[in-house]
Every structure is written in C-alpha cells, then in structure tokens.
C-alpha cells in the first residue's frame, strides 16, 4: 500500500492572505484522497531537528529565520532573502518549515530503510531555497533532506524536477558532489523566475555532467515537453545508475497555472507520472520519493497532485470529483468542471506551436551534444 507522509502542521506554513502559495492546496488534496477512498497507509512525521536543518543550511541563516519566526528583528533582512514579496516573515515560521522538513526527511528514511519502495510527502518541495537565503516561496530546502537521508544509507540520488521553475536551490546545494544528479525540466529562465537553468550549467569540477537542465519555450504544450522529457531524462538516468529518485512534482506548468507560461494539460501529467514510475523500476528497483512543489491554479494544481497520488498507489483513476468535495473547495476553483482530468487533450491546434517545438529540439539537441561531449 501506498505511503503517504503528511502532518497538518505542514499547513502552519503559511505567508498569509494573498500569498500564491497558499497551504489550503494541501488540505485539499488530502481530503480530495480520502474522499475518493484512494487506499493508503498515512504517516504523521516528527519535524526536523535544528541539527539536521543546520547539515544543509547556514548557521547565521538559520538563526535569522529562527529570530524572524518569535517576531524579532533580523539585521539585514534582503541578505537572506526575507521580507520580499516572496517570501514574508511570519510567526513560527521556523518550526513551520522543520514540520515540512521532517516528513521529507521521514519520506527517504522509510525507502532508505527498505519499509517502502515508493513514499509520497504531501507536501514540501521548496526547491529553490540556498543554503544561506530564502528565496521563491521557500525557506529551507526540503528536497536536500530527503536526499540526505538516503544518502545516509549509501544510495546514490538521482533527483528529477518537473516543476515549471528551475529548481536552482537543489543544483545549487549539489553543484559540486559528483553522487547526487539534479535534472530539472522548465520553462526557461530567459522568461521564468529564477532565471537560471541554462543547458550550460552541468555541474563543477569532478561533478560535471551531474546537473541537467531542460530549459522550455513559453507556451510548451504536451507533446513537445513529452517529446524532450523522452530525449533527455531516460538517458541521462540510465548513465547516472542511481539507487534512487527523487521527484519534486510541481504542478505550475500546467495551463491554468498563473505564475508561469507552459501550457500542459493533466494528460501530460499522467504520462509523465507513469514514465517516471517505469524508469524508477527499470533503473531502481522502483525505489522513489514523490514531493509535491508549485502550483498556484487551485483547480488544476490539486487534480493533477490527486493524479499523482493515483498513479502512484497503482489505482484506478476516478473520472469525477466527489461532489461533496466540490460543496467544500468549490469557492477556490476557477472552473467548475467536476473531472479529475481536463476535457482538453492540448491547449491549441497542433501546428500552431511549431516555433516552440522547433526551439525545444534546438535546446534538447544542443543538451545532448554537451553531454555527449562529457562521456
Ligand atoms: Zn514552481
């Protein structure tokens, strides 16, 4: 049975009214499973302790969020990526985030361990967090807790990021270590928060050929994500033979999504989420950690994660919404269509995108050349 790590604590992580990232999309989705009677077997983490938050983050960093989280002062507030419109302070927001923390951490522990081969933290990440500075919503770098977990039972990490942004705090974090390979597909920092993301950033030193960018036109639909994710994330995967993978499983590129400017539809993301669970039986024993990420379109971001969840636990998917969840979230949705899928099979016409796609195989092709290069 399915393993899904989930606290309510993870929704104390909140920037407050009008913040996109909003925790409600949790509680949504947690009681849009349990309505539609998806078999799983719940866990309630313990937060990460200040220790473990301080193997991945800056002391003066921790202690600024720390101080920022009772309501005192923190000198310098921009140095650390606080008080942006991003990322406001809030009371607790330290023990907020260690709640989100520790599940990711109890997320690779019980694959680490041989209790689960696939785990789901319902929640989390906060990809984009450094390990000195909050940045894009994040405060610290879930993501890196997981990994580190596993790492700690001597499995090697494949971590593959299909939020719509670049996930810059996970590369960033193992930019120079050779045993961890990040792979982010997004639309491309030329257009996109954070900006970063290139095909060029491969890594350092001995690491190189250890990050991966896919960096996508605006306006990507269906086919042409899928046609890149199939070039690129099959091989690079198989060249790296990790233990694991770990997936941060964003759902902002889908077209409602308003923060960004991909245009997929929940059928992607159901092909994606099945490839990705064949890759991790063919290349790790089926052992994979999901995490969820962006996704400010309340609508679309809490069907596609009810996806996820399905997809994951091998169940049948429903076709419809229950409607006694609908009574309860209704107000958020911006559409009132009550199926778990979109009517639409693509956004526009195919041909109306060839520019794009032209520009995806320009990017994938010159992606694989450099690593080509590298072998
Ligand atoms: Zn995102």
Redesign the pocket.
């Given at each position: 049975m399915l393993k899904i790590v989930y606290s309510a604590d993870y929704l104390k992580y909140d920037f407050g009214p009008g913040h996109p990232f909003t925790p409600d999309r949790w509680e949504a989705v947690v009681e849009l499973l349990e309505q539609m009677d998806l078999a799983a077997d719940w866990i309630k983490p313990d937060p990460a302790t200040e220790s473990d938050v301080l193997a991945i983050h800056e002391r003066a960093f921790v202690e600024a969020i720390k101080a920022a989280s009772v309501g005192r002062a923190v000198p310098y507030p921009l140095y650390f990526g606080l008080e942006t419109g991003d990322v406001p302070v809030f009371p607790g927001m330290h023990e907020a985030t260690c709640a989100l923390c520790g599940g990711s951490q109890l997320a690779g522990r019980l694959v680490a361990e041989g209790v689960s081969k696939r785990v789901l933290q319902l929640g989390g990440g906060l990809h984009h967090a450094m390990p000195g500075r909050a940045s894009g919503f994040c405060v610290y770098n879930d993501p890196a807790f997981t990994i580190e977990a596993l790492r700690a039972r001597g499995l090697r990490v494949a971590y593959v990021d299909i939020?719509?942004?670049h996930g810059d705090g996970v590369q960033a974090i193992y930019y120079n270590d050779p045993d961890v390979l990040t792979l982010s597909l997004h639309e491309s920092g030329r257009f996109l928060f954070p900006g970063t993301g290139e095909i060029n950033e491969l890594g350092n030193g001995r690491a190189i050929g250890t990050s991966v960018n896919v960096p996508l036109s605006p306006g990507t639909q269906d086919a042409s994500y899928l046609e890149s994710f199939e070039e690129v994330v099959p091989r690079v995967l198989r060249h790296f033979d990790p233990d694991v993978l770990v997936i941060q499983s964003?759902a902002?590129a889908h077209y409602l999504d308003p923060?960004?400017h991909l245009s997929l539809t929940t059928h992607a993301y159901e092909t994606l989420f099945r490839r990705l669970i064949v890759l991790s039986e063919e290349i790790t024993e089926g052992r994979m950690v999901v995490a969820l990420?962006?996704g400010y379109a309340f609508d679309s971001t809490t069907r596609v994660w009810a996806l996820l969840a399905h997809c994951l636990a091998d169940a049948e998917l429903p076709e419809r919404l229950p409607a006694e969840w609908m009574d309860r979230w209704g107000f958020r949705r911006e559409s009132i269509r009550p199926d778990l899928h979109d009517r639409r099979r693509s956004v526009s016409s195919e041909g109306r995108d060839s520019s794009v796609v032209q520009a995806n195989q320009q990017t994938v092709g010159s992606l694989l050349e450099a690593l080509e290069e590298l072998e």
């Open positions: 939020d719509v942004h964003g902002d923060l960004a990420g962006g």
